[in-house]
């Protein structure tokens, strides 16, 4: 019997492994759990809550900033340091490069934060800040010792000393505060994300799992890892999966319905959309480089705006690659399957009557001038179906015309169907026709077998006559037996 777990606190749990085939989980906090190698086949995640509680967002935003702030007092300390060399007496003059460093050392710090804290851009940050302390350094230093010796012949020098300076003891002491930083950055993410610290849910791990056929609809999954999960099937509708480096990479999301999915910059590295819906679904950033897109639907409401993608397959396996050799320029992908959008797609389920799309297709056209209707292809899609792709005007209500064909071919159809049945009905009176004369041939052909037979059985007489000056009355007389009373007797023929 399935599981339910429906509008439970999960937070933390680890679901590693297990067979959750058709469980419940609608409703249910599931920050933080860890369902890697787990069977979720039919699983109901409808409504499911997924990310970062904001109370333990504040408190990594609280620590994160302590942390780049003790970074940011050692290199006020150096940048004074610096100054200190080069006057002993006056370094506090010099001591506002200092404050130019910490408050640019903020707003880096506040771009970070914007930015989910990644860790990749504390880097540039302590990075940044240290080049910009030793630019400062060099800059003040410089000035100083300008104002003590001719120009031309110092500032050469003293460049050099200072950058000597602030490599000897600026950039260790910043790479060494850097890596502690970055150290304890990824520690307070993976204790958050496990969940060591009580309520600190940071991640849902869905890597490998198994989520055919499974309901996602209306999910929101923040900061959470889909690498090698498999969503055939899945139904996603109105989901909200976003975060700047979330990973859905070689996913199977194969006949998936992502309808109003929001999958703003997601990874979608080599993953399988075969037959995905995405109608109203937002891609703006997203990367499908090395995703396989065969028959995916998407409409003109699909965002694919900034889209990232090198090259795609038309096919799975890695079949049909476009473009064939290269990459894609930049946002080539975008605009090549936006003309896709300017299209209305007739799906045939059961074979075209062509008279009836004849007559539909002129219908239409006449009915929405301006439109430009045109065919641009007919593909055949297996098991009868065909698909019959027009080509429209840019500014057309494609949504309209779809309709309009759809009536039109219809009731064309079944007026042709009553006219075929006439057809026929009028095919089937003519072939009775046709076997009554055949019949009737037969029976001519079998009396005239009968009349030969009686002609072989009883061959007629044939008579000679030789009548050379004859004189009687009346008229001649061609049969065996003649009777003739008046003559006195019987006359008899004699065959020769």
Known sequence: MPQ????????????????????????????????????????????VTAGVENSWKITFFITTVSLLLILSIF????ALFIAFLYNLFNFIDYAYNGIALLIIFAALLVIAVYRNLGVNLIFIAVATSGIISGLISLAYATYFENEIVPQVFKIARDSIVCVGITVAFTFPVIATVAVLIAILVAVASILIGVGVFPCAILIIILSEANLQDADLSRAKLVQTQ???????????????????????????????????ADLGKAHLFETNLTQTSLYDANLRGACLTGSCIKDWAINAFTNLDAIICDYIYLHQKQQERRPSSGNFAPVEFAKLFQKFLETVDLIFRNGIDWDAFAYSFKKVEVENQGAQLDVQSIEKKGDGILVVRVAVAPDA???KIHNQFIQSYEFAAKALEAQYQVRLEDKDSLIFKQEAQI????????????????????????????????????????TNTVNADQIGGNIQNNDA
């Open 397 to 399: 209500d494609k949504g």
């Open 226 to 260: 889909f690498e090698g999960t498999d969503f055939t099937g899945a139904t996603l509708t109105g989901a909200f999966i976003e975060d700047w480096n979330i990973t859905i990479s070689k996913t199977n999301l194969s006949r998936s319905n992502l309808r109003k």
């Open 439 to 478: 019949n009737r041939l037969f029976e001519i052909v079998e009396q005239q077998g009968s009349v030969q037979k009686a002609l072989v059985e009883n061959p007629r007489k044939v008579s000679n006559y030789n009548i050379q000056n004859p004189q009687f009355a009346g008229g001649m007389v061609d």
């Open 75 to 78: 290199l006020v300390i150096i």
């Open 4 to 47: 339910d777990f429906s509008h439970q606190n999960l937070r933390g749990r680890s679901f590693k492994g297990q067979d959750l085939a058709g469980a419940n989980f609608s409703g249910a906090d599931i920050r933080g759990i860890d369902f890697r190698g787990a069977n979720l086949r039919g699983v109901d995640f409808a409504g």
